[in-house]
């Protein structure tokens, strides 16, 4: 087998724990803990479809005040729509989403864990899904659920996010439990079952340096 030195790639639906799981890896390996979520502006500016309509008075220092970055989106979205058409917008905008998320995957070392934001794992054009399964090759991909049957996992879901105070209809919560994408992406899934963090971040290492020299499952 050939060993993948890519990074540890956490992915799964909002509130599944990825950001305070690697956190705690990252506390306790001595590993750096990205946050795509904050971290991908600078990469989703960069792509040709965004950069040519993006409102670039709310761009400061080369990234996206995080209170402007819901409008930015809105924005963004609203002029690719009335320059392109629906269709040809939303794929528009996933090519982006995608461009920037390679970009990041190759740029970042094998000892990083990257906590993927629920979106940046799903792709409804299979061809761009493709494109960032290949940029995971290198690295070693966790899904995270809350539970192994899916509608345990929207219900305790919904429960978590309500509970901090963001919370999420179920039915788009079941969309990010049932969708494809993450299976398709991920090397193997953990269902968490309602363990603490630092016991779903211990399984997670376990895993991870079981994936380290395996080809993709």
Known sequence: MVERPGPLVLVGPPGAGK????????????????EVDARWWPHLRAQPAIAAV????????????????????????????????????ARALEEAKAGAIVEMVEGTGENAILDFGAGHSIYEHLDLRAAVKAALARARVVLLLPAGDAE????????????????????????????PSNLALADATL???GRSIAAVAAEVVALAEGLRASGRT
């Open 19 to 34: 950001t305070c799981c690697a956190a705690h890896m990252a506390r306790e390996t001595g590993r750096a803990a990205i």
């Open 54 to 89: 993006e409102p670039a008075e709310w761009v400061v220092d080369g990234d996206v005040s995080p209170a402007r970055r819901r409008a930015y989106l809105q924005t963004v979205r609203a002029r690719l729509v009335a320059s392109l058409g629906e269709p040809a917008a």
């Open 152 to 179: 345990a996992a929207v219900a305790t879901l919904a429960a978590r996010l309500s509970a901090q105070g963001r919370p999420i209809a179920p039915a788009r919560l079941r969309g990010y439990v049932t969708h």
């Open 191 to 193: 269902d968490c079952g």
